[in-house]
């Protein structure tokens, strides 16, 4: 199945693109992405600390924040745009 996964912000410096298509096995989860995508160790420490996602990242999955779905545990499907945005601060 195809997925394009939309990068925002710093990540389209981290990952060279501001969007990219990925094929994925069926019942791929979002973990499955995220570690698919990290060819490179600077990838992966952008993304994960200790094994698991930097708290200050905002995944979306169809527009919905996946802490309001599965979390990592969510599965993608074909067709799914899968956005990566570093936390809004402001003030």
């Known amino acids: 199945m195809k997925v394009t996964v939309r990068f925002f912000a710093m990540f389209r410096e981290v990952f060279q693109a501001r969007e990219r298509d990925v094929v994925m096995a069926e019942g791929a989860t979002i973990a499955d992405l995220l570690e698919s995508l990290c060819t490179s160790s600077k990838e992966r420490d952008e993304l994960f600390e200790n094994g698991t996602l930097k708290p200050f990242l905002i995944i979306l999955k169809n527009g919905r924040h996946i802490q309001h779905l599965e979390g ?15 936390a809004v601060a402001g003030g």
């Open 72 to 86: 990592l545990a969510t599965v993608i499907e074909n067709g799914d745009v899968i956005s990566v945005f570093p």
